[in-house]
Protein backbone atom coordinates (compact mmCIF):
# COMPACT_ATOMS: atom_id res chain seq x y z
CA UNK A 1 0.00 0.00 0.00
CA UNK A 2 2.51 2.22 0.81
CA UNK A 3 4.56 1.75 -2.30
CA UNK A 4 1.20 2.69 -4.07
CA UNK A 5 0.37 5.32 -2.28
CA UNK A 6 -2.89 7.56 -3.63
CA UNK A 7 -2.53 10.42 -2.30
CA UNK A 8 -4.80 13.24 -1.60
CA UNK A 9 -7.63 11.40 -3.26
CA UNK A 10 -7.84 9.31 0.42
CA UNK A 11 -9.15 12.78 1.70
CA UNK A 12 -12.42 12.95 -0.82
CA UNK A 13 -13.00 9.39 0.44
CA UNK A 14 -13.32 10.48 4.25
CA UNK A 15 -14.92 13.72 3.45
CA UNK A 16 -17.64 11.18 0.54
CA UNK A 17 -18.02 8.61 4.31
CA UNK A 18 -18.70 11.93 6.59
CA UNK A 19 -21.65 12.98 3.80
CA UNK A 20 -22.78 9.32 4.04
CA UNK A 21 -23.80 10.26 7.46
CA UNK A 22 -25.90 13.00 6.65
CA UNK A 23 -28.52 10.55 4.46
CA UNK A 24 -27.32 7.73 6.29
CA UNK A 25 -27.34 8.62 9.55
CA UNK A 26 -28.96 11.84 10.51
CA UNK A 27 -32.45 12.02 8.00
CA UNK A 28 -34.52 10.07 9.77
CA UNK A 29 -33.77 11.85 12.99
CA UNK A 30 -34.43 14.99 11.39
CA UNK A 31 -37.60 13.88 9.77
CA UNK A 32 -38.82 13.04 13.54
CA UNK A 33 -37.54 16.37 14.51
CA UNK A 34 -38.82 18.64 12.08
CA UNK A 35 -42.32 16.67 12.32
CA UNK A 36 -41.95 16.27 8.39
CA UNK A 37 -45.04 15.15 7.15
CA UNK A 38 -47.10 14.38 4.25
CA UNK A 39 -50.73 12.42 4.48
CA UNK A 40 -50.33 9.06 2.72
CA UNK A 41 -46.78 9.38 1.80
CA UNK A 42 -43.54 8.51 3.91
CA UNK A 43 -41.28 11.42 3.71
CA UNK A 44 -38.06 9.06 4.30
CA UNK A 45 -39.26 6.99 2.15
CA UNK A 46 -39.91 9.70 -0.68
CA UNK A 47 -35.84 11.08 -0.16
CA UNK A 48 -34.50 7.83 -0.52
CA UNK A 49 -36.59 7.40 -3.90
CA UNK A 50 -35.72 10.64 -5.40
CA UNK A 51 -31.83 10.18 -4.06
CA UNK A 52 -31.50 6.73 -4.92
CA UNK A 53 -33.00 6.94 -8.78
CA UNK A 54 -30.84 10.24 -9.20
CA UNK A 55 -27.65 9.00 -8.24
CA UNK A 56 -28.80 5.45 -10.28
CA UNK A 57 -30.10 7.56 -13.26
CA UNK A 58 -26.81 9.82 -12.95
CA UNK A 59 -24.58 7.07 -13.45
CA UNK A 60 -26.10 4.72 -16.28
CA UNK A 61 -26.42 8.10 -18.28
CA UNK A 62 -23.27 10.03 -17.34
CA UNK A 63 -21.16 6.53 -17.48
CA UNK A 64 -18.33 7.89 -20.31
CA UNK A 65 -18.54 11.92 -18.39
CA UNK A 66 -14.72 10.93 -17.11
CA UNK A 67 -13.67 9.38 -20.05
CA UNK A 68 -14.81 12.57 -21.89
CA UNK A 69 -14.07 15.54 -19.35
CA UNK A 70 -11.87 14.50 -17.14
CA UNK A 71 -12.55 11.65 -13.73
CA UNK A 72 -11.45 15.12 -11.51
CA UNK A 73 -13.60 17.12 -12.80
CA UNK A 74 -16.33 15.07 -12.74
CA UNK A 75 -15.29 14.49 -9.12
CA UNK A 76 -15.11 18.08 -7.95
CA UNK A 77 -18.78 18.62 -9.73
CA UNK A 78 -19.85 15.78 -7.41
CA UNK A 79 -18.65 17.27 -4.27
CA UNK A 80 -20.03 20.39 -5.16
CA UNK A 81 -23.31 18.63 -5.46
CA UNK A 82 -22.84 16.79 -2.45
CA UNK A 83 -22.52 20.17 -0.06
CA UNK A 84 -25.34 21.78 -2.23
CA UNK A 85 -27.58 19.08 -1.52
CA UNK A 86 -26.06 19.42 2.53
CA UNK A 87 -27.15 23.26 2.14
CA UNK A 88 -30.69 22.49 1.16
CA UNK A 89 -31.45 20.77 3.76
CA UNK A 90 -32.32 24.34 5.52
CA UNK A 91 -34.49 24.87 2.62
CA UNK A 92 -36.74 21.78 4.37
CA UNK A 93 -39.66 22.93 7.28
CA UNK A 94 -42.89 21.19 8.14
CA UNK A 95 -44.90 23.64 5.83
CA UNK A 96 -42.54 22.96 2.91
CA UNK A 97 -42.14 19.11 3.40
CA UNK A 98 -41.94 18.50 -0.38
CA UNK A 99 -38.39 20.14 -0.73
CA UNK A 100 -37.21 17.16 0.62
CA UNK A 101 -36.53 16.36 -2.60
CA UNK A 102 -34.27 19.15 -2.87
CA UNK A 103 -31.75 17.68 -0.96
CA UNK A 104 -32.69 14.17 -2.41
CA UNK A 105 -31.69 14.92 -5.87
CA UNK A 106 -28.76 17.01 -5.05
CA UNK A 107 -27.07 14.55 -2.91
CA UNK A 108 -28.24 11.64 -5.06
CA UNK A 109 -26.44 13.72 -8.19
CA UNK A 110 -23.40 14.26 -5.77
CA UNK A 111 -23.22 10.24 -4.64
CA UNK A 112 -23.51 9.02 -8.62
CA UNK A 113 -20.92 11.97 -9.78
CA UNK A 114 -17.97 10.79 -6.78
CA UNK A 115 -19.00 7.49 -5.37
CA UNK A 116 -17.44 5.95 -8.81
CA UNK A 117 -14.89 8.11 -9.53
CA UNK A 118 -13.33 8.79 -6.69
CA UNK A 119 -12.96 4.74 -5.93
CA UNK A 120 -11.33 4.73 -9.97
CA UNK A 121 -8.79 7.76 -9.26
CA UNK A 122 -7.45 5.94 -5.70
CA UNK A 123 -7.49 2.37 -8.01
CA UNK A 124 -5.08 4.34 -10.34
CA UNK A 125 -2.22 4.14 -9.00
CA UNK A 126 -2.28 0.20 -7.93
CA UNK A 127 -1.12 -2.16 -10.46
CA UNK A 128 -4.34 -5.26 -11.20
CA UNK A 129 -2.14 -7.17 -8.97
CA UNK A 130 -3.01 -5.12 -5.84
CA UNK A 131 -6.09 -3.76 -6.64
CA UNK A 132 -7.59 -5.28 -3.81
CA UNK A 133 -5.73 -3.38 -1.54
CA UNK A 134 -6.09 -0.46 -3.00
CA UNK A 135 -9.94 -0.76 -3.39
CA UNK A 136 -9.94 -1.91 0.80
CA UNK A 137 -7.98 1.41 1.66
CA UNK A 138 -10.73 3.69 -0.22
CA UNK A 139 -13.64 1.71 1.48
CA UNK A 140 -11.36 1.89 4.93
CA UNK A 141 -11.24 5.95 4.20
CA UNK A 142 -14.75 6.33 3.64
CA UNK A 143 -15.89 4.26 6.81
CA UNK A 144 -13.85 5.98 8.94
CA UNK A 145 -15.38 9.09 7.87
CA UNK A 146 -18.60 7.75 8.56
CA UNK A 147 -17.76 6.07 11.78
CA UNK A 148 -15.66 9.40 13.09
CA UNK A 149 -17.38 12.33 11.71
CA UNK A 150 -21.27 10.90 13.22
CA UNK A 151 -20.41 11.26 16.53
CA UNK A 152 -18.73 14.66 15.88
CA UNK A 153 -21.79 15.36 13.86
CA UNK A 154 -24.02 14.09 16.05
CA UNK A 155 -22.75 16.43 18.99
CA UNK A 156 -23.07 19.49 16.36
CA UNK A 157 -26.81 18.50 16.02
CA UNK A 158 -27.27 18.55 19.43
CA UNK A 159 -25.98 21.90 19.96
CA UNK A 160 -26.59 23.75 17.01
CA UNK A 161 -29.57 22.10 15.58
CA UNK A 162 -29.64 20.05 11.78
CA UNK A 163 -29.01 23.12 9.55
CA UNK A 164 -25.49 23.34 11.19
CA UNK A 165 -25.52 19.57 11.00
CA UNK A 166 -26.14 19.76 7.20
CA UNK A 167 -24.10 22.71 6.78
CA UNK A 168 -20.75 21.14 8.73
CA UNK A 169 -21.14 18.42 6.23
CA UNK A 170 -21.38 21.21 3.10
CA UNK A 171 -18.63 23.21 4.46
CA UNK A 172 -16.35 20.40 5.20
CA UNK A 173 -16.97 19.04 1.41
CA UNK A 174 -16.21 22.15 0.04
CA UNK A 175 -13.37 22.48 1.88
CA UNK A 176 -11.84 18.78 1.06
CA UNK A 177 -12.72 19.59 -2.84
CA UNK A 178 -10.91 22.92 -2.50
CA UNK A 179 -7.98 21.26 -1.02
CA UNK A 180 -8.11 18.36 -3.71
CA UNK A 181 -8.48 20.86 -7.00
CA UNK A 182 -5.33 22.57 -5.08
CA UNK A 183 -3.63 19.65 -4.77
CA UNK A 184 -4.25 18.27 -8.27
CA UNK A 185 -2.72 21.05 -10.50
Same mark, same amino acid.
Given at each position: TRRHWP +?? !??? &??LSF? &??????? &?FVASFI???ALRIPG @?? &? !???FFLFY????ITLRLVLRRLPERIGARKVLLAGMVFMAAGMFSFALVTSEYTWLMIVPAI?? +?? $????????MTSLTLEKYPMAVRGSGSALALMMLDLGTIFGAPVLGLIGERFG?? @??? $??IGVFGLAVAATYAVSCT
Amino acid at each position: TRRHWP +GM !ILL &VDLSFG &VSMAGPF &VFVASFIDQAALRIPG @VS &V !IGLFFLFYSSTGITLRLVLRRLPERIGARKVLLAGMVFMAAGMFSFALVTSEYTWLMIVPAILT +GT $GHGLMFHTMTSLTLEKYPMAVRGSGSALALMMLDLGTIFGAPVLGLIGERFGFA @VLF $GAIGVFGLAVAATYAVSCT
